[in-house]
T-cell receptor, first 115, second 111 residues
Framework: ETGVTQSPTHLIKTRGQQVTLRCSSQ?????VSWYQQALGQGPQFIFQ???????GRGNFPPRFSGLQFPNYSSELNVNALELDDSALYLC??????????????FGSGTRLTVV | KQEVTQIPAALSVPEGENLVLNCSFT??????LQWFRQDPGKGLTSLLL?????REQTSGRLNASLDKSSGRSTLYIAASQPGDSATYLC??????????FGSGTQLTVLP
């Protein structure tokens, strides 16, 4: 059983560019969530997908968008990158809707640096 | 809005000590609470998941308790080892079915 895998592991982008981060959920998991973790802080919820539908969103602007595919893998897209978008981006998956019964399994993250 | 606080922010102990990490949350309407470990620059490793109906969970040297009515959880680590050095994060799954995290406790276990 493979866990949650994220790609790429590291990324450097220029301010104003666009970026796509990818996540493969753990086998059988139909909920995927994305989190942003700035240095020295706890992760902040960006949004969540359950069976290809967005079913929750945190306090992030519309330039943060996502998709969940039929195989439950997911993408996070960020447009018009800003310096403050530099962070560790974490993907998590759960066996049930919103992790209410089984909790979440996290990937190793993508470190995004915006210069 | 759910808020999660972890105390202390940092802790340094000699090897072999038993220690307690604290987590408090403001909204008791939760599905569960999860404790994670994070090594520098890495992802999160789940340590323990406590459902809202449970009082505690144990895994090896780790024991986590939950008092939902008072909005508190503790993570007890017995006989600490240098390999336990990491940041420990507490997260609650609330009514919106999303995780709200504390800022973590950075633990250093000295050999």
């Amino acid at each position: 059983e493979t866990g949650v895998t994220q790609s790429p592991t590291h990324l450097i982008k220029t301010r104003g560019q666009q970026v796509t981060l990818r996540c493969s959920s753990q086998s059988g998991h139909n909920t995927v969530s994305w989190y942003q973790q700035a240095l020295g802080q706890g992760p902040q919820f960006i949004f969540q997908y359950y069976r290809e539908e967005e079913n929750g969103r945190g306090n992030f602007p519309p330039r943060f968008s996502g998709l969940q595919f039929p195989n439950y893998s997911s993408e996070l897209n960020v447009n018009a990158l800003e310096l403050d978008d530099s962070a560790l981006y974490l993907c998590a998956s759960s066996l049930d809707e919103g992790g209410s019964n089984y909790g979440y399994t996290f990937g190793s993250g993508t470190r995004l640096t915006v210069v | 809005k759910q808020e999660v606080t972890q105390i202390p922010a940092a802790l340094s102990v000699p090897e072999g000590e038993n220690l307690v990490l604290n987590c408090s949350f403001t909204d008791s309407a939760i599905y569960n609470l999860q404790w994670f470990r994070q090594d520098p620059g890495k992802g999160l490793t789940s340590l323990l998941l406590i459902q809202s109906s449970q009082r505690e969970q144990t895994s090896g040297r780790l024991n986590a308790s939950l008092d939902k009515s008072s909005g508190r959880s503790t993570l007890y680590i017995a006989a600490s080892q240098p390999g336990d050095s990491a940041t420990y994060l507490c997260a609650v799954c609330g009514s919106a079915r999303q995780l709200t995290f504390g800022s973590g406790t950075q633990l250093t276990v000295l050999p």
